[in-house]
């Protein structure tokens, strides 16, 4: 085995960049508001929170309605019984949300479960405390509440020191009509935007169906694209993985200097607009000005849909855009399809806090910078760097196969995810990579990578965002 010391220059030069990029991915990311807040106990207070909201006011809306939506009162009981039995299997359930738990089952009815959720409350030494007091009196069959805890409750709420549990109990124990309304509200809103999300996946899960088929039964028309240019082969993996670490770093930084004022003026949803877009545009450029020609010639590269003979600029041809966009919609079934396989298993369980993030939930800003970057920013920017560049410059020297396993591997683990969140990523990535080996371009995976975030985004703040 050769020396460390007498390997090449260029590889050791990529390690130790690694090494510094790993350092600014902690400097920047690791000891901000992420580490503050912990996605897990987030995502289960929240699941709980938006759960209750909608399980107030479901007896408004149609049972048959309810059933399709699956907000109905026997679903809800046994989604939210089988997340929170499967969270204390594993020994993942925050005590933080245990109040918020207990509320939620003591609504749908399961007394059971109830007083489970509260007991991690109990251990956690909060046995004096009113809300603590009254759920166990409600879970062990009280009609009635003391008035004067409950009035302790109204102080504190008036004083904002209380969350969703207190507010429950003042709703529909302290005869509270202000705070009734205020959860009624939320949750009439929460099943508004839901069923409307539900309805955009209806409507693209048929309409990528009938594009699945159509493509199955034109097979012939559908003939990828063979032609690959010597440019993958000219790459070099490690070329490749400095040019990229490279352009990571400096997108780091210039993303953080231009944020870092909008931040501190309290225009925290600009920011992170401005952090995405700045960290995008100096990664690609940076990436097509090292491997590529210019720019132009990688977008081509990449999109052959727009290539053409003319200097003057993208003559777009309209008949392969349009089989583009058919096979991408293909590629949607698919991935629709695997998710949902993946949802009703524990993997969908277990990721929960990688889906239910508060940075993307709560308030329009938040929510408008979500949708803009994983459905148009992410697809664009993710598939030309790691379907595109890595997977190209892997698949010139081990094979689409493996080339594919490792991209999807690396695609998955830069998202950060728990291990259950990695599987998912990976699954992914593999398909997306599939499209692209398929297709010979990357606009059928941008049109499913960003077709898919959008739908599974829309669920998401429809169903559990309470702004």
Not at 6 to 18: C, D, F, G, H, Y
Not at 92 to 113: K, M, Q
Not at 299 to 324: A, Q, Y
Request: hydrophobic share 50%; net charge neutral.
């Amino acid at each position: 085995m050769r020396s460390w010391v007498n390997l090449p220059s260029r590889p050791v030069l990529t390690v130790v960049l690694a090494l510094v990029w790993a350092g600014c991915l902690w400097m920047f990311y690791y000891p901000g508001t992420e580490a503050k807040v912990p996605h897990r106990s987030f995502a289960y207070q929240r699941y709980a929170d938006a759960s209750l909201l909608i399980t107030l006011v479901r007896e408004d809306y149609d049972p048959f309605l309810a059933k399709v939506c699956r907000f109905s009162p026997d679903l809800l009981l046994k989604e939210a019984a089988r997340v929170f039995d499967r969270a204390t299997e594993k020994g993942v359930f925050p005590r933080d949300a245990a109040l918020n738990w207990a509320v939620l089952f003591l609504e749908l009815g399961d007394r059971e479960r109830a007083e489970t959720a509260l007991n991690f409350s109990r251990k956690e030494g909060d046995e004096s405390d009113s809300t603590v007091a009254l759920l166990t009196r409600l879970i062990a069959g009280a009609a009635d509440l003391p008035a004067d805890e409950l009035k302790l409750l109204a102080t504190k709420y008036r004083e904002q020191e209380t969350t969703q549990p207190d507010w429950y109990l003042l709703a529909l124990h302290g005869e509270d009509h202000e705070v009734l309304a205020w959860l009624e509200d939320r949750g009439h809103r929460m099943i508004r935007r839901g069923v409307v999300a539900d309805v955009i996946l209806v409507l693209f899960f048929i309409a990528s169906i009938l594009c699945l088929l159509w493509i199955l039964f034109r097979r012939r028309s559908f003939v990828p694209d063979p032609v690959r240019d010597r440019l993958e082969r000219s790459w070099g993996t490690w070329v490749f993985f400095r040019q990229f670490l490279i352009a990571e770093i400096l997108a780091l930084f210039a993303a953080t200097l231009l944020s870092i004022p909008f931040y501190a003026g309290g225009s925290a949803g600009l920011a992170v607009l401005l952090a995405y877009l700045t960290q995008s545009f100096v990664l690609l450029v940076w990436m097509m000005s090292c491997l590529m020609p210019g720019i132009r010639a990688g977008l081509v590269h990449f999109l052959p849909e727009f290539r053409t003979r003319s200097r003057t600029g993208f003559t777009p041809k309209t008949r392969r855009i349009g089989r583009s966009v058919v096979a991408g919609m293909a590629g949607l079934a698919c991935l629709l399809f695997a998710c949902y396989l993946m949802q009703f298993s524990n993997f969908g369980i277990e990721s929960l806090e990688d889906s239910l993030r508060f940075d993307s939930l709560d308030g329009l800003p938040a929510i408008s910078v979500s949708f803009f970057a994983s459905v148009i920013l992410a697809p664009f920017t993710e598939e030309i760097i790691f379907r595109g560049f890595l997977f190209g410059a892997l698949r010139s020297r081990l094979g689409p196969v493996l080339a594919a396993v490792i991209s999807s591997a690396i695609f998955a683990a830069v998202h950060g995810y728990s291990f259950a969140g990695f599987v998912f990523v990976f699954l992914y990535g593999l398909m997306f990579t599939a499209i692209y080996q398929r297709s010979g371009s990357l606009l059928p995976g941008m049109i499913a990578h960003g077709l898919l975030n959008l739908i599974l985004t829309s669920g998401l703040v429809g169903w559990y965002s309470l702004h």
